[in-house]
């Protein structure tokens, strides 16, 4: 059994900037593929942006590709989302998910993950 918490999230102009953290618990950090999604009011959830265990393959949406990075931090068991020029279109409860098996490509499905945290709300105002 994997623990995710969600930190992070708030409220903030168009053009700012955000970043969610989401701490890992239960199991080996190292062999986990780590992945946050989103999900506005209405819609499907929505892949964001995914990381390898071990940091050598990372996946993005394209609508966040070039402004959201996503990062590992093994030694704290913590998965990272940097969110820069953020948008009003960028609304949404964001989630952190595990993948507890090592697959390439990267898996943007949310069937694919196993556990999940309880969402954290950013709310970006035009």
């Known amino acids: 059994q994997v623990q995710l918490v969600e930190s992070g999230g708030g409220l903030v102009q168009a053009g700012g900037s955000l970043r969610l953290s989401c701490a890992v618990s239960g199991r080996t950090f190292g062999w986990l593929t780590m992945a946050w999604f989103r999900q506005a009011p209405g819609k499907e959830r929505e892949f964001v942006a995914a990381?390898?265990?071990?940091?050598?393959?990372?996946r993005y949406v394209d609508s966040v590709e070039g402004r959201f990075s996503i990062s590992r931090d093994v030694a704290k068991n913590t998965m990272y989302l940097q969110m820069n020029s953020l948008k009003p279109e960028d609304t949404a409860v964001y989630y952190c998910?595990?993948?507890?098996?090592?697959?390439?490509?990267?898996?943007?499905?949310?069937?694919?993950?196993?556990?999940w945290g309880q969402g954290t709300q950013v709310t970006v105002s035009s």
């Open positions: 998910a595990v993948d507890r098996n090592v697959q390439f490509p990267i898996p943007t499905g949310a069937s694919a993950y196993e556990d």
């Open positions: 990381v390898s265990w071990n940091g050598g393959n990372i």
